[in-house]
Structures are given as structure tokens and as C-alpha cells.
């Protein structure tokens, strides 16, 4: 699945109205739901808005081409993390997976991803 750990540190962003079209165009996510519009934004494009003690996400996105319609893939990569009490937030791109976890856990999640056999 060959995980790839991006460089810099993401933030979770939600806000009822919306956000700027600068700080919406940075985002590697955007999500709306009834509660308001989530972003994930890596952490220095969004210090505009963010509030100072934020919780930070490593990104690291699995380079193996996603199925949608694939059975528990990232179930197995979740439980594996989750039994060494790693906190992890999905999302499932038409591409690829991508995985965010404690920005002071990535090197840890780093060596699980790396030892899992699928």
C-alpha cells in the first residue's frame, strides 16, 4: 500500500458559514454537513483562522490505487492503529486513502502501516 507520510501538519476546520475562497482553496478536503463545512487544511495555510492550540494531523496518504467498493481495507489498517491507541480520522478520495493521525504519533502509525501485510 506503500504509505506515504506528507511533511507538514494539518488542522480540522469547521465553521456554519463557510470559509474564505483563499482558505477553501488550500484545503485538501472540504466536506459540508447540516452542522457546518469541515476543511482539512495543512496548519500554516490556515493560522489566519485557527484557533492557537488546535490539534495537528500527520497526513499520510496510501498510494495504492482505492476501490470504492472495497471490504475492509481501511477496517484492517484502522484496528491495527487502534490497538496501539492511535487515533485516526479516514477519508476516501476516487484515488487513494488517505489517513490523518496525531501529528505526534505519525512516525509510530509510520512503522505499523509499513509492517501490515493486506
Known amino acids: 500500500m506503500f504509505p506515504r507520510l506528507h511533511k507538514d501538519p494539518y488542522v480540522f476546520m469547521t465553521s456554519k458559514k463557510g470559509f474564505s475562497a483563499k482558505i477553501s482553496a488550500g484545503a485538501v478536503m472540504t466536506f459540508k454537513e447540516n452542522e457546518g463545512i469541515t476543511l482539512i487544511i495543512e496548519r500554516d495555510k490556515a493560522s ?3 484557533k492557537k492550540n488546535q490539534d495537528t494531523w500527520a497526513m499520510i496518504t496510501l498510494q495504492v490505487h482505492s476501490d470504492l467498493n472495497a ?48
Open 48 to 50: 489566519v483562522v485557527q
Open 71 to 118: 471490504v475492509g481495507f481501511l477496517a484492517a489498517l484502522t484496528q491495527k492503529l487502534a490497538e496501539a491507541k492511535i487515533p485516526v480520522n479516514a477519508v476516501s478520495a476516487f484515488h487513494h486513502d488517505h489517513i490523518f493521525v496525531p501529528w505526534a504519533r505519525r512516525h509510530e502509525a509510520m512503522k505499523i502501516l509499513r509492517s501490515f501485510r493486506v
